[in-house]
């Protein structure tokens, strides 16, 4: 009888360049396949929240609550202003807030109806509450890789009532809080397209340094 003798474990840093690349070729497209998943995933909280916002805003609008802060009017003001003045001009901008929000709506506030009714200012809101939403729902997912806690995550901000008036109004808020949570969620996407190997490399130092003083400190206990 002869003996076959069992075949040695695979070693990976052992495998030819053609393998290796066929991996990475697959590990890839199971990444992209997910992400297409989870960009749907978000887009579709993000045209829920859309929704929701664009009903909230019409409730508020038939309150007569749309430009009842006195900075909802300020901000029309500042972007009318930059056109319809006596000196037009970039100068016009200066005021205590940042002028993104006023140079998206410098063009439709010069029409007398968007500027009294600050309708246009209200979908850029509408539309920087949908982004959000979307932003922390992409955040929680990308670290959970849960679409519950994602949802829930995102219903906590959007069903928020101070946020649901905020993005029913011409103010600058809703914004503010669209681009750094989106800023946020491409700074997680980035770290995630990242080699993992670089990762870990980069992770070693600190990883070290973290275990370095409790090596120490069980060296010293007394009776070592």
């Known amino acids: 009888?002869?003996?076959?003798?069992?075949?040695a474990p695979l070693d990976r840093s052992e495998l030819w360049p053609f393998d290796r690349l066929r991996a990475i070729l697959s590990a890839v497209e199971?990444?992209?396949?997910?992400?297409?998943?989870?960009?749907?995933?978000?887009v579709a909280v993000a045209l829920a929240a859309g929704c929701g916002g664009a009903l909230a805003a019409v409730h508020y609008h038939r309150l007569g609550l749309t430009l009842s802060h006195y900075d909802a009017r300020g901000h029309l003001v500042v972007a009318r202003r930059i056109v319809d003045n006596i000196t037009p001009g970039w100068q016009q901008i200066g005021a205590v807030w940042l002028p993104l929000p006023h140079l998206l709506n410098a063009a439709p506030v010069q029409i007398d109806f968007f500027y009294r009714t600050g309708a246009s200012a209200v979908v850029i809101s509408i539309l920087s509450f949908a982004i959000a939403s979307g932003a922390i729902a992409w955040i929680v997912?990308?670290?959970?890789?849960?679409?519950l806690a994602a949802v829930a995550a995102a219903a906590v901000f959007a069903f928020n009532p101070n946020v649901l008036?905020?993005?029913?109004?011409?103010?600058?808020?809703?914004?503010?809080?669209?681009?750094?949570?989106l800023g946020v969620a491409l700074l997680i996407e980035w770290a995630a397209l990242r080699p993992s190997r670089q990762r870990l490399q980069a992770g070693r130092p600190a990883q070290q340094a973290g275990c370095w003083p409790s090596r120490v400190s069980r060296a010293t206990k007394p009776g070592r």
């Open 1 to 7: 009888m002869v003996i076959i003798p069992a075949a």
């Open 30 to 42: 199971g990444w992209r396949g997910k992400r297409s998943a989870r960009r749907a995933f978000v």
């Open 141 to 147: 997912f990308a670290i959970t890789d849960s679409r």
């Open 165 to 181: 008036y905020l993005q029913s109004t011409p103010m600058t808020e809703p914004l503010m809080l669209a681009l750094t949570l």
